[in-house]
Structures are given as structure tokens and as C-alpha cells.
């Protein structure tokens, strides 16, 4: 363990570059350049803030760094805010690039750099600045190696404080360095962000920030394993401290009788935590001491544990003669005399009658207001984990205010709007750079991004109020907004397709037949593997125009085509499709089918078209199951532990292409592919069924449950009878699903809302989804009916849901 931050304890200036605030901010003494430097001394720390020119960007920044200004000022470090002024010349007011940065120093030397996107508000500022000045103090640790050899170069010498936090820059965060400051010469802190770590020392609630006390001091034996201690509060400044505390008070303490356990205090109570005392006797004293110490090694920091001798010649306490136990909640209140005979009842005991109290007020805490620091927590670790890795940044082009409006007019742009503070930003940026990595070398759109933290009043006035955003631009065009997972595939299918103008006007029978077998557009055939040609006689000019609007509703989601020739019969006969009809190109099967188009609306074609991209026995997955679920059909699934039976497949393909289960969704499971199926059969069944399972699950109407029996083997024969018993009110249900809604803790984690809203201009649309400004502008005009998005689906009548129909 090193010593050496006490030298500069308090010699850090920590200067900050921004954008002048507005308002005026009374608790920042308020300096110029030359003045301020003139201020620095060694052993004496400083946080300025250094302002040029006005920007509303910075408000936020301002508030929360005056929030921190009281606790930097107790750790010894001042904070000043420094006008740029012309008369006077400063690097640190001069470049753009340097304006969102913030710099660390220790008298004039500079220590770190961070971008002012990691300090994002008051905890973030103080635990970012403490854990730089802490790099001594406080090991960061990727790995159960590295914590191992932390272990061992310790045996002996000193304890460690190992602790885990989600992300960099938490309120957990905060505490664990504010703890650091005052215990780092004392103990060893070890940080880390990494869950496959804290799994590796048996910890499997990784769901929260948890911390360790390693009593490594007490071991000689460099074998044998440090014991280790977990604090079981929540990481809180005030609880770090008591636990702390707790850890350095003697593991078992001794009294006798005569000392009345009412009039005992310890520091245990003064922190308050209970005491436990273990009556013993001289005969068994021994015995009861090692028992005490076992039971003093499970409540080490929950309670404080003495072992209390009866002496035969003492009267002065009346303790019952049978009890073995005394407890004392809390300074001033009256002990409490037990008969416990077991150490588990007696830890059961203490746990029982304070932790879970405080659990209890925890979870009431959390019911009436998320934490709402914490949303994004494990998205912020995992950006924090890749935060070394080196992102070729330069594959995209970086826009600003000034070059924004002269970009995306100059050249056809994929724009990334996003938040440099925000972690679902910096997490997407990631797939955004490998994106253009695909696309490096390749004739494509030119891939931009925007950081709106630094250009609020540029993504305003693209009507850019969420992180993050894709925008698609093209000259002569409204901008098309992406509505698509973001994820790299999806983003890319979108822009591939997007390179051609939908529908497409073929002009030949010829180029029709190349565009059917996908000779014509094979290099977008692996994003889309179905096209779509409208065939139209030359005077379907309604129909026409119905098909071109679905064609370009549907751009960058599959491929369209239009077909109005003369000899338009020779397509319509060759594929037996009546005018106005649509020709579907499957080119994995190597099949076209046709559909007729009589009297359909642009609406109806593009359902036609979403549902023709469906798969007709899909495997559910997180991703696709929302647009399965529109459907607004019961789901028949079929749960499996690997790969479909091919014997079942085939049962499930011969009803679906007999038409006897087009009222249900026929769809399987992979469990190994979608570990969750394991907790919706456990939901079902209470106890995990032997698989492959088949279930009928009504999601739209009373939540019933059927299960396929178990003693059956899953044939057409025997599923079919078992649909017609369903039908026929004849099968009972396993199970009914709770009608309580699943709201989302915060109104802004609302997704299903947000994607009903995106998708109200076109209601009957499923399938990826991409929006045009003009359209979102009049959507925003439009109430907002949210019967759809309780409902979901509509009402489910058993009696009419299966047909058993004879092909």
C-alpha cells in the first residue's frame, strides 16, 4: 500500500474549460486568469472553472458543479471560477477543443485530463476528482488475479476494503472515495466495475454496488485465505464510515455478570448496531467462547458480540436462570432476555429484528421514487469497461454547429445525434463506429455525428429532444428519422436499402424477371429476403399510387418494385395473379407467390407487405416478439432446450400450410437462445416441466394458460384434436396471467408509448420502423390514446379463435 498522497493531500487545482454562464453563480468567487494562477501555492488545491463566451450548454454543468463546491471545499480543494478576458492570454482559453475539458493540476503542474461528459453532476465531479487523487489509495482491478495478488502482497501487513460499483462517477462511487480519503493510509482500497470479478468471489447479486472487508493482517499463513466481510447497507458515505468503524472494534469482548448488560456501551451501540450478549457459566466457558466467536464472525458489522460469565456468588444482576442470550437493540432501551440453543437462531434472530426493518423501508423508498441515478447503471459500466479502447472516431465525420447545415446539403448523411454525458449514447457509439468499419471502402451515405451536449441549439432545431438519434438525409427529401433496434445489423440493412429509390420502376419483362430472382439487386438480397413487385395496368392509376406510398413507407425496412407495362398479362399469367395483384419473391425458398390487390388502400398493402416479411414459425425472441405480439392473436408455443425436433417442426408446418392454425400465432422458444423462457414456464408452472412443451397462451383477453398433455407425442393428429377440444370450451387452463399493467419506473424509460406514438401516423405498420420529420411533427399534434397501449390486443373470444378446417 502506498503513503504518498499525504505530501499533496491538498495541492490539486482542478481547472475546468467551458462556455460562460448566463446567470451569475454567488457561491464561485469569480477571478481572472492571471489573478487565479497568481492564487496557486503549493499544498493548496483549486477547482476553476475557466468561461469565454456565452452558451445556455453549460447551465447544467454550472448547477452541479455548484453543488460540489461545499464538499471539495472539506476535502481541502477550492473552487473559482476564471473569466477569459482578451487582455490577457491563457492556453487553457484559447483552442475549441479544449472548452469541454477538464484539467487537473497540483499547483501549476497538470495531473490528468477528463471530458467534462464524465462529470455529469455533483457525485460524478467529487468521485472523479477523489479517485484521481486517490490513484495511490485506491486500486483499480480488472481481474480475480489481480485482486489475488493484492490479496497476497497483503497477508499480514494490512486489511483491504475491495468494493464494486456499477459505473464510474455513481453515488456509490462517491462514497467509496470519500471513505478512501479518510481510511487510505489506514486500509487498502480496491475498486473495480467488472461482475465477472465480483462472480468470481462468490457474489451472484450483481445488480447492486456491494463492498468487501478483507481481513488480510491477521494472516501469516500466505496459504491460507484472507476471511472477508460483506457490508450489507447500502454504499452510503455515513454506512461506509459505520462499517468501517465496526471492523476495528475487537471481534468478541468479555464482561462479567456484576456488569449489568442495561448499563454496557459500546461502540457498536454509538454506531447503532445491537449487542449480543452469550450468557456462559465457568464450567462451560470455553465451549461458550468459541461459540461466541463463531457467531461474533457472522454478525461482524450487522452486531457487536460479548460473552457475559454468571458467577454463582454474584446477585446484583437478576438475569433469568434459562436464558442463554441477551439482546440489546439500541442505547437506552430495555435488554431482552432469549432462550435460543441453536447459532443459526440466534443470527436469524439479529438479522430478523433490524436488517430486514431497514430492507423493508429501503424497498418502500424505491416504490415511491426510483433512484433515478441509477437507471442506466449497467449500461454506464459497460461503458466505462470499454472506456480504453481506442474507437477509429476519424471513420465518421464530427459536425458542429458551424458545418452542420453545409454537410447534410452537400452529400446524401446518416447523422448520429447523441449526448457525450448520456450512456446509452456512448454505449451506441460503439456499434455506430463498427458500422462504419462495415461500411469502410464501400460507395455508401456519409456517416456523421453530433454531440448535442456540446450543440443544444443544432439538435433543437432538428427536433432532437431524445439520445440517441438517427437521421437519414437526402437532397431534395424531408430527413428520415430511424426507428430501428440500435444495434449494428439493423442499422445497416436500413441504409443498404435505402441506396435504392422504392418502389423501383422496372421497365421490362426481362428486368421484372431478374428483379424476381434477385440477379437485379443481389447485393442487397442478405438484407432483405423477400422483394415485393406490384404488377398494374397501365389505367390502375389509383392503384398506383397506392402501392408507390406503401412502397416508399416501407423503404429501407424491404425491397419494393412496380411493373405498369403493356405487357404486364405475360407477368400476370406466368404467375397466375389477377390485376392489380402483388408478386412476393421469397429467394431463400426460391418460390414467388401472388396476392391480389382489389380495392386495397395504401394502408392495407403495407400490413400485407409487414406480414409477408414474417416468418411463418418463427423462433421468439426479446427483439422480435413485441411485432409478433401486434398481431393481436394467442401465441402457440412450442419451448424447447436447443434446437427444434424436426418431427415437431414438420407437424407445425404441415397445420400451418393446411391453414388449421391461422387464428394462433405457431411460434417456438429456444431456451438456450432466450434463457428467459426458463422464468415465463416457471411462471406457468411454478416447477420447471420436462420439455419440449407445448402451450396456448391467451395474452390479449383473461391471460389463460393450456397446456399440450405431457403424455402425448406432438403429431398433426394429436394436436389437431387437442385444438378442437380447446375450441370446444373441453380443456381446462394451467394458469391465468396477472391483468396488472407493467409500467416503466420513470415516464422517459416509456418505449412502448414512444414506439405506439412514432407509429400512430401508420397504425396498422409492424414491422421496422423509420419516420419522416413531417410526419412526427403532426403526430405530436394528435392526442394520444393510451387504451392501445393498456390493451395491447383486442379482446380474445376462445370460441371463435381455432379453426380446424380440412384442406
Known amino acids: 500500500m502506498s503513503f504518498s498522497f499525504d505530501g499533496f493531500r491538498v495541492g490539486i487545482s482542478f481547472v475546468m474549460m467551458c462556455i460562460v454562464y448566463k446567470s451569475a453563480v454567488n457561491s464561485l468567487p469569480e477571478l481572472s486568469p492571471q489573478k487565479y494562477f497568481s492564487t496557486l501555492q503549493a499544498g493548496k488545491a483549486s477547482l476553476a472553472y475557466f468561461c469565454q463566451a456565452d452558451s445556455p450548454s453549460t447551465s447544467v454543468f454550472l448547477e452541479e458543479l455548484n453543488k460540489a463546491v461545499k464538499p471539495l471545499q472539506d476535502y481541502g480543494i477550492s473552487v473559482a471560477k476564471v473569466n477569459c478576458v ?35 453532476d455533483e457525485n460524478a465531479i467529487i468521485a472523479h476528482v477523489l479517485f484521481a487523487l486517490l ?49 487510505g493510509n489506514t486500509y487498502q482500497f480496491v475498486l473495480t466495475t467488472e461482475t465477472a470479478l465480483l462472480e468470481g468471489i462468490g457474489m451472484e447479486d450483481i445488480k447492486y454496488a456491494h463492498l468487501y472487508f478483507f481481513h488480510c493482517k491477521s494472516v501469516l499463513d500466505l496459504t491460507q485465505q484472507c476471511r472477508r466481510t460483506l457490508m450489507g447497507q447500502p454504499l452510503t458515505t455515513l454506512d461506509i464510515y459505520r462499517f468501517i468503524k465496526s471492523m476495528e472494534a475487537p471481534l468478541l469482548m468479555k464482561t462479567e455478570v456484576a456488569e449489568d448488560p442495561q448499563q454496557v456501551s459500546t461502540v ?9 450478549f452469550i450468557v456462559s457459566q465457568q464450567a462451560t466457558y470455553e465451549a461458550d467462547r468459541r461459540t461466541a466467536e463463531w457467531i461474533a464472525w457472522r454478525l461482524l458489522g450487522k452486531a457487536g458480540v460479548l460473552l457475559l460469565l454468571r458467577k454463582r456468588d454474584s446477585l446484583e444482576v437478576d438475569i433469568p436462570q434459562q436464558a442463554n442470550v441477551v439482546f440489546k437493540r439500541e442505547e437506552g432501551m430495555p435488554v431482552e432476555f432469549l432462550v435460543l440453543h441453536d447459532v443459526d437462531l440466534v443470527i436469524s434472530y439479529v438479522e430478523n429484528n433490524t436488517y430486514i426493518e431497514e430492507r423493508q423501508e429501503d424497498e418502500t423508498d424505491d416504490m415511491e421514487g426510483p433512484d433515478m441515478g441509477m437507471q442506466d447503471d449497467e449500461v454506464a459500466e459497460s461503458v466505462y469497461r470499454d472506456r480504453k479502447r481506442q474507437l477509429p472516431l476519424e471513420l465518421t465525420v464530427e459536425l458542429t454547429g458551424e458545418t452542420f447545415n453545409a454537410t447534410v446539403m452537400a452529400s446524401d448523411s446518416i447523422v448520429l445525434f447523441y449526448a457525450g454525458w448520456q450512456a446509452v449514447s456512448m454505449a451506441f457509439l460503439h456499434s455506430y463506429v463498427d458500422l462504419a468499419v462495415k461500411l469502410k471502402g464501400t460507395p455508401t451515405m456519409l456517416l456523421t455525428r453530433i454531440n448535442c451536449a456540446n450543440w443544444p441549439d443544432v439538435c433543437t432545431k432538428e427536433n432532437v429532444t431524445e439520445f440517441p438519434v438517427i437521421k437519414m438525409y437526402k437532397e431534395g427529401e424531408n430527413p428520415v428519422s430511424y426507428g430501428g433496434m440500435l444495434g449494428t445489423e439493423d442499422l445497416l440493412k436500413f441504409i443498404q436499402l435505402n441506396r435504392i429509390s422504392c418502389p423501383v420502376n422496372i421497365t421490362s419483362i426481362q428486368e421484372a424477371e431478374e428483379y424476381l430472382t434477385g440477379e437485379l439487386y443481389k447485393d442487397l438480397i442478405p438484407y432483405s429476403g423477400v422483394s415485393v413487385l406490384g404488377l398494374f395496368s397501365p389505367t390502375m392509376t389509383t392503384a398506383q399510387e397506392d402501392f408507390t406510398e406503401a412502397g416508399k413507407y416501407l423503404k429501407g425496412c424491404v425491397i419494393t418494385g412496380i411493373y405498369s407495362e403493356e405487357d404486364v398479362l405475360i407477368l400476370s399469367n406466368k404467375y397466375t395473379a389477377t390485376l392489380p395483384a402483388l408478386l412476393l419473391a421469397r429467394h431463400k425458398e426460391s418460390l414467388v407467390e401472388s396476392i391480389p390487390l382489389a380495392n386495397t388502400h395504401a394502408q392495407e398493402i403495407v400490413q400485407i407487405i409487414t406480414n409477408a416479411l414474417l416468418e411463418t414459425f418463427p423462433e421468439i425472441t426479446v427483439e422480435n416478439l413485441p411485432t409478433y405480439l401486434g398481431l393481436q392473436k394467442p401465441l402457440l408455443i412450442l419451448f424447447s432446450d436447443g434446437i427444434i425436433n424436426p418431427q415437431y417442426q414438420k407437424a407445425m408446418l404441415t397445420l400451418i400450410k393446411e391453414k388449421h392454425l391461422d387464428s394462433v400465432i405457431p411460434c417456438w422458444l429456444n431456451l438456450k437462445n432466450t434463457p428467459v423462457g426458463r422464468g415465463i414456464l416457471q411462471v406457468y408452472f411454478e416447477v420447471l416441466p420436462p420439455l419440449p412443451l407445448l402451450v396456448v397462451v391467451n395474452l390479449h383477453s383473461g391471460g389463460q394458460v393450456f397446456a399440450f398433455p405431457s403424455d402425448q407425442a406432438i403429431t398433426e393428429q394429436n394436436l389437431l384434436l387437442w385444438l378442437k377440444k380447446l375450441e370446444a370450451g373441453l380443456e381446462s387452463h394451467i394458469t391465468i396471467l396477472s391483468a396488472q399493467e407493467w409500467k416503466p419506473p420513470l415516464p422517459a424509460y416509456d418505449f412502448l408509448r414512444m414506439m405506439d406514438a412514432a407509429a400512430s401516423q401508420h397504425p396498422t405498420r409492424k414491422g421496422p420502423e423509420y419516420m419522416k420529420e413531417t410526419d412526427i411533427q403532426e403526430n405530436d399534434k394528435q392526442p394520444e390514446d393510451k387504451s392501445a397501449v393498456r390493451k395491447g390486443i383486442k379482446h380474445w373470444n376462445r370460441s371463435n379463435v381455432f379453426k380446424a378446417e380440412k384442406s
Request: net charge neutral.
Open 135 to 183: 490513484f495511490n489509495e485506491v486500486k483499480y482491478i480488472t481481474t480475480l488475479e489481480d485482486l489475488q495478488n493484492i490479496e497476497n502482497a497483503l497477508k499480514g501487513k494490512a486489511n483491504i476494503a475491495f468494493s464494486y460499483v456499477r459505473a464510474i462517477g455513481t453515488p456509490e462511487h462517491r462514497a467509496v472515495m470519500e471513505a478512501a480519503f479518510v481510511y
Open 86 to 120: 482578451k487582455e490577457e492570454t491563457s492556453r487553457y482559453c484559447g483552442k475549441e477543443k479544449d472548452l469541454m475539458k477538464a484539467y487537473l493540476f497540483r499547483g501549476n503542474i497538470l495531473l490528468r485530463e477528463f471530458p467534462t461528459d464524465t462529470l455529469f
Open 268 to 276: 457498536h451501540l454509538q454506531l447503532g448496531l445491537p449487542l449480543v
